[in-house]
């Protein structure tokens, strides 16, 4: 880590609003050194908000429609993902709101939540990762396998959501797939 980047300093502190969007890919950007620590978290924000950007492009008649196979409702399907961070929240005592109802959550309701625990998980993982704690106390693994799984499980219910899009006859814009991949920028 820089001494520009260390906790403490004047241009860093550990909340959210101090980690880019952007892994650094093009120009000048691509010259810099490896910030390991800065863009591990930057990943790992990238990875909660593109749930909610999938989330966001669910068109409405789909959110609670039955799946065509065996499996959860869309809404069911992001109740769970919500539930799954919600409980590592708790394990973790930080803030953490509500569970969500996955037979009557509204989307606005979903996405809210998803939103407010992504800034909240990464404020917890972005402070583990500047002190160095190698475990965030009251959770099951270390810090940057408890980063991982969370990553991996909304990756492969983000896949569960597609499909299911896919298999009602919904394809997603061209945009939206380019953002969930990650070539063109989060925010709309």
């Excluded at 120009?27 to 930057?42: F, H, Q, S, W």
């Excluded at 499980?153 to 983000?158: F, K, S």
Aim: net charge positive.
């Amino acid at each position: 880590m820089t001494a520009a980047c260390q906790p403490g300093s004047a241009s860093w502190s550990l909340h959210l609003t101090d980690v880019p969007r952007r892994v650094y890919r093009t120009g000048d950007m691509a010259k810099k050194p490896l910030d390991l620590e800065r863009e591990v978290i930057e990943a790992f924000s990238h990875a909660l908000e593109v749930t909610e950007v999938l989330v966001a492009a669910v068109p409405d008649e789909y959110w609670h429609a039955p799946p065509l196979q065996k499996g959860r409702t869309i809404a069911g399907i992001v109740a769970h993902v919500y539930g799954l961070r919600r409980t590592f929240t708790k394990m973790a005592k930080a803030p953490v709101g509500d569970a969500l109802p996955s037979k009557t959550v509204r989307k606005a309701e979903a996405l809210a939540a998803l939103g407010e625990n992504r800034l909240v998980l990464v404020d917890l993982f972005t402070g583990a990762v500047l002190r160095g704690e190698g475990r965030i106390p009251g959770m099951p693994r270390r810090t940057a396998m408890m980063m991982a799984y969370l990553m991996q499980h909304e990756a492969h219910h983000r896949g569960h959501i597609t499909r299911q899009l896919s298999e009602y006859g919904h394809k997603l814009s061209g945009e939206v797939t380019m953002r969930i991949w990650g070539w063109r920028k989060l925010e709309s």
